[in-house]
């Protein structure tokens, strides 16, 4: 995919991006959320394990409210590491649909966080 060089469209491609990471972001929490009470109502985890999912997905909430360039880069490697987890579960023979879409999500959520950041590079670049 090539990306045009007009600051235009490159702000507006950022734009699309950015509501993108949230979207993503919005959705894996919702999912782990569901995910740790459907747990937890069949007794095959405590509500501390809830809370050990969600904790690093909730502390990158000031990068995105900030639009920190360098926390979007991390919070690719967290997407990459909950898609790993997930596949992971499905692996040991837990899979479902939860499982599933906490996948896809964790996977929407590296690929947008990190095609901000080559965005955002592109815009931030001083021209020569």
């Known amino acids: 995919m090539t990306l045009s060089s007009s600051p235009t469209a490159d702000a507006t491609a950022l734009n699309a991006a950015r509501r993108a990471v949230w979207i993503a972001y919005a959705a ?15 007794q095959h985890a405590q509500a501390a394990a809830i809370l050990v999912r969600i904790l690093p997905l909730v502390l990158f909430l000031p990068t995105l409210l900030m639009q920190w360039r360098r926390g979007h880069i991390w919070l690719t490697a967290l997407g990459v590491l909950y ?4 596949l992971m579960i499905v692996a040991k023979g837990g899979g479902s649909v939860l499982v599933g879409a906490e ?18 590079g592109r815009i931030d670049r001083p021209t020569s």
């Open 28 to 42: 894996l929490l919702a999912l782990l959320v569901v995910s740790g009470i459907w747990h937890y109502v069949q």
């Open 83 to 86: 898609v790993v987890q997930g």
């Open 103 to 120: 996948i896809l999500a964790a996977a929407g959520l590296a690929i947008m966080a990190y095609r901000y950041v080559r965005l955002r």
